[in-house]
């Protein structure tokens, strides 16, 4: 039976790439609605391919997807109006200047021509990007593409907000910015699953994290029962950060050599 | 229905296209190719130059930049309205650039064409134009390109869009030239557009639907 309390669903999600690489093994994971969801894990983990498949840019093997309990099935597009996405490419018009990007994707998300003028011009005030500059968005630094991306992404209000790495590359401001709005929406029901490196970010900005390894879901719990968590696996009474626990998980007893020459 | 969003972005990107300039040479070579007198009509040599450069619109129109077709699959836009939008924006790409063409190519070469000619040019464009987008339709899911500019990838599928607007200007041959039944023409018209409009569409989009990854794929 699908939880309606998790907006988001991933049962048994498998993928083997032709070249042999096993990228999922088994994912399974439930994001609870209204949640800034954390999902972590080494480079080449499988993260960007679990968003991938949830974008339906990449076929399963086998597994289900549930976005608001409903299974995704081949052919269903309606369910991507109640998503955002910023995928690890950055932007996939990047001809056009950040205005008509913004003001396309309004409109192909079915907002009326006058919304998605005014929600453009808002979004274009709010993250700094200037509203009368023409140039492509190709010519942007990686920074502002980021934001556009993130623009497009919320620009219809959508329930879940997927999320791969949304601050790379860009500045404190910015980055602050962006998770006071993200804060916001979670706060008047979006959900947010994103993905990160910077441990730090993760653990005081999400309420819930999910932990990849090798295509496999090593742990899933609220931030707030991180620090003992880590105190349990490291066997530390005052408990540990969310690195520790996730370098512990990881890499477990495998520490690295230190180089013989520093 | 077709997705007018769709088409205007087609447009836009159509007059901001890197190898817009490509158009220089292809007038040059249907008004050099104009000139030869056993050509038999000018708009022979305007045809071949505007199909020629047309082939991204009408075969690759799916990857016509890295991303163009990811970023249409995260859209909640249905492949049916988003590719009749593509369609209708090569018609018009098609007729204006046919237009311009000819302008450009009549004014250097000393034939002037009759009303007639003029009038079988434009019922040539009206039968060949939906039997190439019935062929690029068929062909965009299967030979999908990086992006469209000047490599050999390039040079080799304009090659073929040459070959295929030749097989598909032969219906427009044999029923207006060699039967003269021009009824049939527009009969033939008629139905190459209905078959386009209510065949090739539906299904290249349940096409596309079904191998959205495998497309993905594509760098």
């Given amino acids: ?262 | 229905m077709v997705e007018w969003r769709v088409v205007q972005t087609e447009l836009r990107y159509f007059f901001r296209d890197p190898f817009t300039a490509k158009w220089v040479p292809l007038t040059l070579f249907a008004a050099i190719l104009g000139l030869w007198p056993y050509l038999g009509s000018v708009y022979i040599a305007i045809a071949a130059a505007t199909f020629i450069g047309m082939e991204p619109q009408y075969v690759h129109f799916l990857h016509r930049w890295p991303g163009h077709f990811a970023g249409h699959a995260i859209l909640p836009v249905s492949w049916d309205r988003i590719i009749r939008g593509k369609n209708l924006a090569t018609i018009l790409e098609t007729v204006l650039v046919f237009g311009v063409v000819s302008i450009l190519t009549l004014f250097v070469t000393p034939d002037r064409p009759s009303w007639t000619e003029s009038t079988h040019a434009a019922l040539y464009l009206a039968m060949t134009v939906p039997l190439l987008l019935i062929t690029g339709n068929a062909l965009a899911g299967h030979e999908a390109r990086t992006g469209a500019g000047v490599e050999f990838g390039d040079a080799a599928a304009a090659l073929q869009m040459m070959v295929a607007a030749l097989v598909c200007s032969l219906p427009f041959v044999v029923l207006v030239y060699a039967l003269q039944l021009m009824w049939a023409a527009v009969l033939f018209a008629v139905l190459a557009i209905f078959l386009w409009a209510r065949v090739s569409i539906p299904h290249t989009a349940r096409f596309v639907q079904q191998h959205t990854p495998v497309l993905c794929q594509t760098p």
Avoid at chain 1, 67 to 74: E, H, K
Avoid at chain 1, 77 to 96: I, K, N, T
Wanted: hydrophobic share 40%; proline share 5%; charged share 25%.
């Fill in chain 1, 1 to 262: 039976m699908p939880d309606p309390l998790n907006i988001l669903e991933l049962e048994n999600l498998e993928k083997t790439f032709d070249n042999g690489h096993r990228a999922l093994v088994g994912l399974t994971l439930a994001v609870p609605a209204g949640s800034i969801f954390g999902f972590i894990g080494l480079n080449g983990a499988g993260k960007t391919t679990t968003i991938r498949i949830i974008a339906g840019l990449t076929a399963a093997d086998s597994g289900t997807v549930k976005i608001g309990g409903r299974p995704l099935a081949g052919g269903d597009r309606d369910y991507l109006a109640r998503v955002g996405f910023v995928l690890d490419e950055p932007l996939y018009f990047d001809w056009m200047s950040a205005r008509e990007y913004l003001t396309w994707v309004g409109r192909m998300y079915g907002l009326p021509d006058a919304e998605s003028d005014h929600r453009t011009a808002e979004l274009l005030d709010f993250f700094d990007l200037p509203a009368t500059d023409s140039r492509p968005i190709r010519h942007f630094s990686t920074g502002m593409k980021k934001k556009v991306s993130l623009a497009a992404a919320i620009i219809h209000k959508p329930e879940l907000i997927i999320l791969d790495e949304p601050l790379e590359g860009i500045d404190a401001l910015a980055a602050n910015a962006i998770k006071e709005t993200l804060t916001l929406m979670a706060s008047r029901g979006s959900s947010i699953f994103m993905t990160s490196h910077v441990l730090d970010t993760v653990e005081c900005f999400c309420s819930e994290v999910a932990i990849l390894h090798q295509g496999r879901l090593v742990l899933q719990c609220p931030t707030v029962e991180i620090r003992q968590r880590a105190g349990t696996v490291l066997k530390r009474e005052n408990g540990g950060s969310l690195e520790e626990l996730f370098v512990e998980l990881v890499a477990g007893s495998k520490k690295r050599k230190p180089l013989s020459y520093v």
